[in-house]
């Protein structure tokens, strides 16, 4: 996991002779779950909102609609972007990133969306 990450690990599998393989290890997992959860112990949140830079601020104020759309995505197809775009490290570049989303975000599309 990254440190943008929502969620820990993950563990797929691709047939049903892994599932049989692993059925004990499986099932502690799910018990070790479910003890958890009636415990009520809470996993450490990261930030949910990365800041929004000053570029996009910039652009809300000079476009009322764009800011609209915005705010319209959902919780993660904002967090989406806002990492993409505070990931840039010269405010040009965070600039540009913004002026090419436009189009998707207008649409309310995510930033990996198509």
């Known amino acids: 996991a ?8 993950l563990w ?3 047939n049903a002779d892994s ?3 692993n ?3 499986i ?3 799910i018990q070790e779950a479910m003890e958890i ?3 009520g112990i809470k996993t450490s949140s990261i930030d949910t ?9 910039a652009y809300f104020r000079n476009d009322s609609l764009f800011k609209k759309a915005f705010e319209s995505l959902t919780p993660g197809r904002q967090r989406g972007y806002l990492i993409y775009f505070n990931q ?3 405010s040009g570049t965070r600039m540009k990133r913004i002026q090419n989303s436009v189009v998707k975000i207008m649409e309310g599309k995510g930033y990996n969306e198509f």
């Open 2 to 9: 990254g440190p943008n990450s929502r969620t820990g690990k």
């Open 12 to 14: 797929k599998f691709y």
């Open 19 to 21: 599932i049989r393989e």
């Open 23 to 25: 059925r004990e290890l």
């Open 27 to 29: 099932i502690h997992y």
């Open 37 to 39: 959860e009636k415990s």
């Open 49 to 57: 909102k990365p800041k929004l830079p000053e570029e996009l601020l």
């Open 88 to 90: 840039a490290k010269q």
